[in-house]
């Protein structure tokens, strides 16, 4: 008889499934190993030159861009910190490591936490950026986590003692709810979520003491619910010969007729089609045929974020019905993460599927859709992508609009966050283990963040020392 099809593939590796005891043995044999009070340590000898190596990034990027990225990273020690993800991984290798993994974010900063619509249409908080993701030591997220925090309450003038308490917060919340999914289900684990109402009554609680504060919290929530399609279409297109197209508002903004010429329009439309053709196949049955209901329209060179300026990323408008029924989706580029030179090159060849896999992994919920493809740019050169909505609800709380013990609060939550995304990827038994039921852990990270928050001023000194002197160019792009 014939073999079947099933019987003459390579078979799946076997999972090996430790028990209760076994993966608690693993985070005893950590602390032995690697004691909780070690990871203050920061070699601060044989370190890379910080400048060199956001240079070395700028070799990829698209190079009129490349100004705008140092022009935002100058302007305050916190936006430096947003975009020095390889820097901080450069020094983190040097930094003791326990040997348990998980799916890190990579940049795990407090200014990528927030709040997003889910496909229900609830709000809800969580970690949102993942152009770094990666498997590796999950202590290095709970690290990054920590100095943004820090770095961030400093920026905002807390106090040193505010500034501490808001680290210790965010270290006990990951550390306790760690501890608390080590005794739940994998099923508990994975429908884990956080009441995004919690954090709203949290951090009005807080805030409560200052009016204006609250006002504050009130208007920026409200408009996280109308960044939708609608709120992007009114205000990036305008109607050119009977059709919606998006409006040039260089160099933040620049429609693809401006880059390429008008000539070639019919051509790049035909090459686009087939972009979203490939790209739909990342998705699931249904979205696939969401997305087959819209047409193209227009797309723009779209300068996003602080660490990802200069890297390619396009916003593409799409319309359905009529222009009440916008979709714009957005196009980002995805490179190696900043992680792999120091933890190993990724399972996934494509790096816009890994940014798509490891966001499905943390987040308790994702946008329906993320999805990637792999394609010829209009410099002729193939690269990596993946796809996501340009703006659904999405925003988040900075520390400039709570008091210090309000900004403590949702430390904590965003160290709850952090927690669950890493229990559902990692060995969250060996990880509850080894950070114990002590603060032990807690005041030692707190330490590191204080480290790190004044290597991270010199760095940003670096910088504004850099463009003085005429090494790097700094624009504002406005």
């Not at 998980?102 to 709000?123: K, T, V, W, Y």
């Not at 209901?293 to 396009?314: C, E, I, N, P």
């Not at 669950?420 to 852990?441: E, P």
Request: charged share 25%; glycine share 8%; aromatic share 8%.
């Amino acid at each position: 008889m014939a073999a079947s099809r099933h019987e003459t593939e390579e078979a799946p590796p076997r999972v090996r499934h430790l028990t209760w005891e076994e993966r608690a043995a693993r985070g005893k044999a950590a602390r032995k190993t690697v004691p909780r009070e070690s990871h203050v340590e920061l070699d601060p000898n044989n370190r890379p030159d910080p400048i060199a190596l956001l240079e070395e990034q700028a070799v990829t990027r698209v190079p009129e861009l490349v100004p705008i990225r140092y022009g935002r990273m100058s302007s305050t020690p916190f936006a430096f910190f947003r975009g020095a993800a390889l820097i901080m991984s450069a020094d983190l290798a040097g930094t003791p490591t326990t040997g348990i993994k998980a799916q890190l974010c990579g940049d795990a900063h407090i200014g990528n936490f927030g709040m997003f619509a889910s496909p229900e249409r609830h709000l809800v908080f969580d970690i949102n950026d993942f152009d770094e993701t990666n498997p590796g030591p999950w202590e290095w997220d709970v690290k990054r986590l920590a100095a943004s925090v820090e770095i961030a309450a400093r920026g905002v003038e807390f106090t040193e003692a505010e500034c501490r308490a808001a680290v210790l917060a965010a270290v006990r919340g990951y550390r306790e709810a760690m501890r608390g999914f080590a005794r739940q289900t994998n099923l508990e684990v994975w429908y884990a979520h956080l009441d995004v109402e919690e954090v709203i009554q949290s951090a009005e609680q807080e805030a409560a003491a200052d009016p204006a504060r609250v006002k504050l919290l009130e208007r920026t929530i409200a408009k996280f619910r109308t960044r939708d399609n609608l709120h992007v279409f009114a205000k990036l297109t305008d109607e050119t010969g009977g059709e919606p197209r998006i409006v040039s508002q260089p160099p933040l903004i620049v429609p693809i007729a401006e880059l390429i010429g008008p000539g070639q329009a019919k051509e790049l439309q035909q090459r686009i089609a087939a972009v979203i053709r490939r790209y739909r196949r990342s998705l699931q049955s249904d979205r696939q045929h969401l997305v087959e209901q819209y047409r193209f329209v227009d797309l723009a060179r779209k300068v996003v974020g602080v660490g990802s300026v200069g890297t390619r990323a396009w916003i593409v408008l799409m319309l359905g019905n009529d222009p009440n029924d916008p979709l714009f989706l957005q196009i980002k580029e995805a490179e190696a993460s900043v992680l792999e030179r120091f933890v190993g090159r990724s399972a996934v060849a494509n790096h816009g599927q890994r940014v798509v896999g490891g966001q499905r992994l943390m987040q308790a919920t994702s946008d329906i859709f993320l999805g990637w493809d792999r394609t010829e740019g209009i410099d002729g050169d193939t690269r990596d992508f993946y796809f996501r909505q340009l703006k659904d609800w999405k925003g988040s709380i900075g520390a400039e609009m709570l008091l210090p013990a309000g900004f403590s609060v949702y430390a904590g939550l965003c160290g709850w966050t952090l927690a669950r995304a890493h229990a559902r990827s990692g060995d969250r038994v060996a990880i509850a283990t080894y950070l114990g039921k002590s603060d032990a852990f807690d005041k030692t990270i707190a330490k590191f963040a204080a480290v790190y928050a004044d290597r991270n001023e010199r760095d940003h000194q670096a910088l504004l020392d850099a463009i003085e002197a005429g090494r790097v160019k700094a624009e504002t792009g406005v």
